[in-house]
């Protein structure tokens, strides 16, 4: 489970994973492990998206859904999070608070009850703030038209575009885009009603709602809440079959267990069920480094740029090509811890506060924990996670000298720096590349591999960044 405590956690152990068992991965094993970053993103305790695709697939069951369409739900359970970032910074931004909080809080809200929301978005804005600019930041929200709809759009439009990117069918995005409709109308990002929504989607959102209510509160709290929102929010025939589970108490124990990510794997329609090879799984790094840049204008292409800079850094230095695809699927991930970072941080244009140090260098953490769940990326989780890390131990978040940085791990250190120093920032345009080289020259030696940066240096020379 991701520790979000701050307790203090030691820095990961070298893995090597065989080199065989990446000739064929179960994706539902991938996505279900990955589906803590989607977690992150949302402030949902780790788990949600798990125990979310749980109850999705047992009412899918039961209002007799073929396998079909159950596969197809089964990944739009898995991936309904995956737009989420994207409005990240617009939620930050227009509330004045970490959009993690923000988003969290307001799940808890029925829309529906004007006074009701009124009263949570203004519990929930400018937190930490003066009286008056927490008011300022209420007024600005009730005078923004149609800011649910275009966040809510946003959102579940680049949902279903990383669903159609994994190559999932059409049924499977559509019910992510659909995800937030309600059975009344009522709803976004169309105002869809009743079986205009897609059943899949209708199922998704009963799904969602019931967990994020059970997990707080419990299954009393839950099964009251699908009975209070059913017809409004909720298809009632699908409430209807809800509430038969009310007296299974061994099944909703199970959901709140530590082998939920066992039975959701086990969940996937046998005759369904899906297998990715090597490029498949660069697909799913990609379309993950995609969901993480999304976070921030400010890191649009980052971690894209920075595999693609690792990659000619580890060729130029003579790597073997095996080695360099591993290199770039760690640098397509380097980041995803980010998504546990509020965009309040990402985006802020002065100096870091103390406490907002310590939250941005968690990330790194957060990108180990990520990745070592997920067996097909065990092996370069702890190269992605020393990103940070420099030779004189004077790096983040562990410390670690020379003698625990690989190859891989010092080369990424150079080319993220190279990376970030020649992007924009919200603090300062980017840099030239002979003023970037410079700086990152002086710390050649004592702070970051001399050959990794001799390599980055050939590279721009030739043209090749």
Same mark, same amino acid.
């Given at each position: 489970?991701?520790?979000?405590?701050?307790?203090?956690?030691?820095?990961?152990?070298?893995?090597?994973?065989?080199?065989?068992?990446?000739?064929?991965?179960?994706?539902?094993?991938v996505l279900s492990a990955l589906s803590h970053a989607l977690d992150l993103t949302e402030g949902q305790p780790p788990g949600h998206t798990l125990r979310s695709c749980a109850i999705g697939m047992r009412l899918a069951e039961e209002a007799g859904l073929d396998d079909e369409a159950r596969s197809a739900l089964y990944y739009a359970l898995l991936l309904k999070d995956a737009g989420?970032?994207?409005?990240?910074?617009?939620? $930050?931004?227009?509330?004045?608070?970490?959009?993690?909080?923000?988003?969290?809080?307001?799940?808890?809200?029925?829309?529906?009850?004007?006074?009701?929301?009124?009263?949570?978005?203004?519990?929930?804005?400018?937190?930490?703030?003066?009286?008056?600019?927490?008011?300022?930041?209420?007024?600005?929200?009730?005078?923004?038209?149609?800011?649910?709809?275009?966040?809510?759009?946003?959102?579940?439009?680049?949902?279903?575009?990383?669903?159609?990117?994994?190559?999932?069918? #059409? #049924?499977?995005?559509?019910?992510?885009?659909?995800?937030?409709?309600?059975?009344?109308?009522?709803?976004?990002?169309?105002?869809?009603?009743?079986?205009?929504?897609?059943?899949?989607?209708?199922?998704?959102?009963?799904?969602?709602?019931?967990?994020?209510?059970?997990?707080?509160?419990?299954? #009393?709290?839950?099964?009251?809440?699908?009975?209070?929102?059913?017809?409004?929010?909720?298809?009632?025939?699908?409430?209807?079959?809800?509430?038969?589970?009310?007296?299974?108490?061994?099944?909703?124990?199970?959901?709140?267990?530590?082998?939920?990510?066992?039975?959701?794997?086990?969940?996937?329609?046998?005759?369904?069920?899906?297998?990715?090879?090597?490029?498949?799984?660069?697909?799913?790094?990609?379309?993950?480094?995609?969901?993480?840049?999304?976070?921030?204008?400010?890191?649009?292409?980052?971690?894209?740029?920075?595999?693609?800079?690792?990659?000619?850094?580890?060729?130029?230095?003579?790597?073997?090509?095996?080695?360099?695809?591993?290199?770039?699927? #760690?640098?397509?991930?380097?980041?995803?811890?980010?998504?546990?970072?509020?965009?309040?941080?990402?985006?802020?244009?002065?100096?870091?506060?103390?406490?907002?140090?310590?939250?941005m260098e968690l990330h790194p953490r957060y990108t180990w924990e990520i990745l070592d769940r997920v067996g097909a990326f065990r092996g370069f989780a702890r190269m992605a996670a020393l990103h940070h890390e420099k030779l004189d131990g004077s790096g983040y978040p562990w410390g670690v000298g020379a003698d625990e940085l690989e190859p891989g791990a010092r080369i990424l250190a150079?080319?993220?720096?190279?990376?970030?120093?020649?992007?924009?920032?919200?603090?300062?345009?980017?840099?030239?590349?002979?003023?970037?080289?410079?700086?990152?020259?002086?710390?050649?030696?004592?702070?970051?591999? $001399?050959?990794?940066?001799?390599?980055?240096?050939?590279?721009?020379?030739?043209?090749?960044?």
């Amino acid at each position: 489970m991701l520790d979000l405590s701050g307790a203090v956690i030691p820095p990961p152990v070298p893995f090597t994973a065989p080199e065989e068992s990446l000739a064929s991965v179960s994706l539902s094993e991938v996505l279900s492990a990955l589906s803590h970053a989607l977690d992150l993103t949302e402030g949902q305790p780790p788990g949600h998206t798990l125990r979310s695709c749980a109850i999705g697939m047992r009412l899918a069951e039961e209002a007799g859904l073929d396998d079909e369409a159950r596969s197809a739900l089964y990944y739009a359970l898995l991936l309904k999070d995956a737009g989420c970032s994207s409005n990240a910074e617009r939620f $930050a931004t227009l509330f004045g608070s970490a959009d993690q909080v923000v988003k969290y809080r307001m799940k808890f809200t029925d829309w529906h009850q004007r006074t009701r929301l009124a009263l949570r978005t203004a519990a929930t804005v400018g937190l930490g703030q003066p009286v008056w600019t927490r008011a300022r930041q209420f007024v600005r929200i009730a005078r923004t038209e149609d800011m649910t709809r275009d966040l809510i759009r946003i959102r579940c439009d680049r949902g279903a575009g990383i669903a159609l990117q994994l190559g999932f069918p #059409a #049924a499977t995005a559509d019910s992510i885009r659909s995800l937030d409709e309600h059975w009344c109308g009522l709803g976004y990002p169309e105002g869809r009603r009743a079986e205009e929504i897609p059943l899949l989607s209708r199922i998704s959102n009963l799904a969602q709602c019931v967990e994020i209510f059970y997990t707080r509160h419990g299954r #009393a709290a839950a099964l009251r809440m699908a009975r209070q929102r059913r017809g409004s929010w909720f298809d009632p025939r699908l409430v209807n079959l809800l509430l038969g589970w009310e007296g299974d108490a061994a099944w909703w124990e199970a959901l709140g267990g530590s082998e939920v990510l066992a039975h959701v794997v086990a969940a996937e329609p046998r005759d369904h069920r899906r297998v990715v090879d090597g490029d498949g799984l660069d697909a799913v790094a990609q379309a993950f480094a995609e969901i993480v840049d999304a976070k921030s204008p400010f890191t649009f292409r980052h971690s894209t740029n920075v595999a693609a800079y690792a990659c000619a850094v580890a060729e130029e230095l003579g790597m073997d090509p095996a080695a360099g695809r591993t290199l770039r699927r #760690a640098g397509l991930l380097h980041d995803v811890g980010k998504l546990g970072t509020s965009s309040r941080i990402l985006e802020k244009a002065g100096p870091l506060t103390p406490e907002e140090r310590r939250e941005m260098e968690l990330h790194p953490r957060y990108t180990w924990e990520i990745l070592d769940r997920v067996g097909a990326f065990r092996g370069f989780a702890r190269m992605a996670a020393l990103h940070h890390e420099k030779l004189d131990g004077s790096g983040y978040p562990w410390g670690v000298g020379a003698d625990e940085l690989e190859p891989g791990a010092r080369i990424l250190a150079v080319a993220d720096i190279y990376e970030a120093l020649t992007a924009d920032r919200p603090y300062r345009s980017g840099m030239s590349p002979e003023v970037a080289l410079g700086i990152i020259r002086r710390d050649a030696g004592p702070r970051l591999c $001399a050959d990794a940066v001799a390599g980055l240096e050939a590279c721009v020379r030739q043209g090749r960044l």
